[in-house]
């Protein structure tokens, strides 16, 4: 039996992949959130006729087409009088608040507190049919534990980190406000404007709304760019959809159109923009699968470590740095982005030549031995990359063994960006290896840097 499930060819090969790419999907609008969810949104005149909740085995919630969406087609169309924004916050109860404080608050800030207190409200709040359907957590880095930090990749930890501190500083530096509003709360505040709420709420916002610029006002600072849609936050994101959206300022209505066309009964996708999926787990909280945009970024404090014998090193990075060359150094499953080659190139060079170093980042070519050396670099580079790749898996499949429902799920996220990076990774050393063969020629796996100082 095993040997036929096992059996290759082209009939199998296509037999096989007909069935992972098969896709359940189960109707959602006959539960009673979602039964609330529309009539809200018909009491504010939106009606839906090409899209209805459904689960997705694959993405999990999302939106789905009871007829054929052709190219071009209007996908949805949202009344102005269903989103939820700033001018929906300073006309509640929270306007007064918000217009007297002093320093004036963000808009998002005044999103979070609006998402709070009517969260708080229940059943009470006109906004409840809402917000009840919103998820009650997220796998957004502002939620992961320093476990799940702790099998991030370098250059991303910085930045969860970062996106965390950040939360925690916002509800810090807020107190005060927070307890200005108790008059209108029914609880002490100190129990509904907890951190945990205020990041579900920031979390909410950061990975829901869609951008709407909106008139400044005396009572916020900063750009208000924010729009909480309900119903059309459920499209999730796939990188090879094209729509166009924008707020049509003439039918006041946020609106999405499609380019290429969905299949009727198929999930409905929009695309949040050319992003890897470092950023969109930054950002978004999921990993997109086939993400033609991944790459794996190569961070400065790795090209010091596999460089440290170049005594010039620190000038080097000193000089890259100046002339902005120390972003967005990547690898692809084609091999190092040109921006690493070509700072690579210039740290193959010795300090006597320190004249060539501007053309070079300019794009002159190196000797042959300098870009043997080079690319040699950029092996060794890929190959701590995945070292590194490799222990997270095996870091992260012990953590998935004793960890609660709330941080499996961190878990995975961070599971499949680290095995797409395994496999970026892997792909990056043969297309290097196809460059250059087996050469008997090449340097060794850790370059003696000191020799071209």
Not at 363 to 371: D, F, I, L, N, T
Not at 427 to 433: Q, R
């Amino acid at each position: 039996m095993r040997g036929r499930h096992c059996r290759s060819g082209r009939t199998g090969r296509k037999r096989r992949q007909k069935q992972q790419s098969h896709v359940d999907s189960v109707s959602l609008c006959h539960q009673p959130q979602y039964v609330r969810l529309m009539r809200f949104l018909h009491k504010q005149g939106f009606v839906s006729t090409l899209l209805q909740p459904a689960l997705f085995s694959d993405t999990g919630r999302g939106l789905q087409t009871l007829k054929t969406i052709k190219p071009g087609q209007l996908l949805i169309s949202l009344p102005e009088s269903c989103l939820l924004t700033t001018a929906t916050v300073l006309s509640s109860n929270l306007g007064h608040y918000i217009k007297s404080w002093r320093p004036r608050l963000s808009p998002l800030l005044a999103l979070c507190v609006f998402l709070v207190c009517e969260r708080h409200r229940g059943e009470a709040s006109d906004w409840f049919p809402y917000i009840s359907v919103l998820p009650t957590s997220y796998t957004c880095p502002a939620y992961f534990t320093d476990d799940v930090m702790a099998v991030l990749p370098a250059s991303v930890r910085r930045r969860a980190l970062d996106q965390r501190e950040a939360v925690q500083e916002i509800h810090s530096s807020n107190l005060d406000f927070f307890r200005s509003l108790q008059l209108i709360l029914s609880l002490p505040v100190e129990d509904v404007l907890t951190y945990e709420a205020l990041r579900w709420a920031w979390c909410s916002v950061n990975t829901r709304s869609v951008f709407m610029s909106h008139p400044s006002n005396d009572f916020l600072s900063g750009q208000d760019v924010y729009a909480l849609a309900p119903f059309l936050d459920l499209l999730n994101h796939r990188p090879d959809v094209q729509v166009k959206a924008s707020f049509n300022n003439t039918t006041r209505c946020y609106d999405i159109r499609s380019v290429s066309g969905t299949p009727h009964f198929q999930q409905a996708f929009i695309n949040y923009g050319s992003h890897d999926n470092q950023r969109l787990m930054l950002e978004y909280g999921f990993v997109a699968q086939g993400n033609p945009h991944s790459v794996v970024y190569v961070d400065t404090d790795l090209l010091c470590d596999a460089l440290k014998r170049d005594r010039s090193l620190d000038q080097k990075i000193k000089f890259l740095r100046e002339n902005d060359f120390l972003n967005n150094l990547t690898v692809s499953s084609e091999g190092p982005s040109w921006r690493l080659m070509t700072a690579l190139r210039l740290l193959s060079l010795p300090q006597t030549l320190y004249h060539q170093w501007k053309a070079v980042l300019l794009g002159q070519a190196v000797s042959e031995e300098r870009e043997e050396w080079s690319l040699q670099t950029a092996r060794t580079l890929c190959q701590c990359l995945l070292q590194d790749t490799c222990k997270a898996l095996d870091k992260i499949f012990f953590l998935l063994q004793h960890c609660d429902q709330l941080t499996r799920e961190q878990l995975e996220v961070v599971q499949a960006l680290r095995q797409e990076e395994k496999c970026i990774l892997g792909s990056c050393l043969e297309a290097l290896d196809g460059m250059w063969g087996q050469r008997d020629g090449l340097l060794s796996c850790q370059p003696d840097v000191g020799s071209v100082s």
